[in-house]
């Protein structure tokens, strides 16, 4: 970026924050439509679903899935030939990954230089867009499980397709809980990810 002081530049915001209302949206309305035919013994509390009905959670679903789908296009197109993806992601050395894991158990993860993600971060951010990515695949065949045969097949089968969605659902929530717990720890982080320096 031009200006020195940028941590995020501002497509990077853009796309983070229309990311997060697309999930909200994407997964309230999803626990709705999973309550109309549950996959497994429990219901989600109707209060936290999305759409009042099945039609109307799934006209939700299908408009929020449009948005993550284009706006992680973007990210990903504009992170890999910007170049942002080598520098900011990779390496990541497993000796690392250790030392951050055993850093952050005693209370000591430093992120001192908001410019670079630590270890535990690389990963995280990694596997939430590798997730994301496994969510629209599996949700392209729930969606079209005919016109998506080699997709199915890949994920064991319409029935097995809809257990991969749901983990990686449950996946996503985890993700953002510990998210959510490492930015209330670092406050710092969000005004950065809100004015870019
Ligand atoms: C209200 C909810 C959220 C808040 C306040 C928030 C806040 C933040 C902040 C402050 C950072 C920068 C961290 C740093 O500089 O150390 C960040 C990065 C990131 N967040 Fe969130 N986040 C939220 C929800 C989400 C959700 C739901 C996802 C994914 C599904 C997500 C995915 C990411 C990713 C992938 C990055 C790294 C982006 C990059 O550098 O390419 N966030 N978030």
């Known amino acids: 970026m031009s200006n ?20 909200v949206i994407l997964v309230m309305s999803g626990w709705r439509i999973y309550n109309a035919s549950p996959i497994f013994s429990f219901q989600i509390p109707a209060g936290i679903t999305l759409g009042g009905w099945l039609a109307g959670a799934l006209l939700w679903h299908f408009a929020a899935m449009w948005i993550l789908f284009i706006n992680g ?16 992601f990779f390496p990541i050395r497993p000796t690392d990954v250790f030392h951050d894991f055993l850093a952050a158990l005693r209370g000591k993860l430093a992120h001192a230089d908001l410019r670079q993600y630590n ?28 016109q998506f045969p080699l997709l199915r097949e890949l994920m064991g089968g319409y029935d097995s397709a809809r257990i991969v969605h749901f983990v990686c659902m449950a996946l996503l929530v985890a993700f953002t ?18 004015r870019g320096h």
């Open 4 to 23: 020195p002081q940028t941590i995020h530049p501002i497509w990077l915001r853009l796309t983070h924050w229309v990311n997060v209302i697309a999930v």
């Open 73 to 88: 296009i973007v990210y990903l197109l504009l992170n890999i030939f910007s170049g942002r993806i080598a520098y900011k």
């Open 119 to 146: 270890a535990l971060q690389k990963l995280a951010y990694l596997f939430v867009v590798l997730d994301l990515v496994v969510l629209v695949l599996s949700g392209l065949v729930i969606w079209k499980s005919v």
């Open 177 to 194: 809980v510990v998210h959510l717990v490492m930015v209330a720890l670092v406050p710092r982080t969000l005004i950065a990810m809100l």
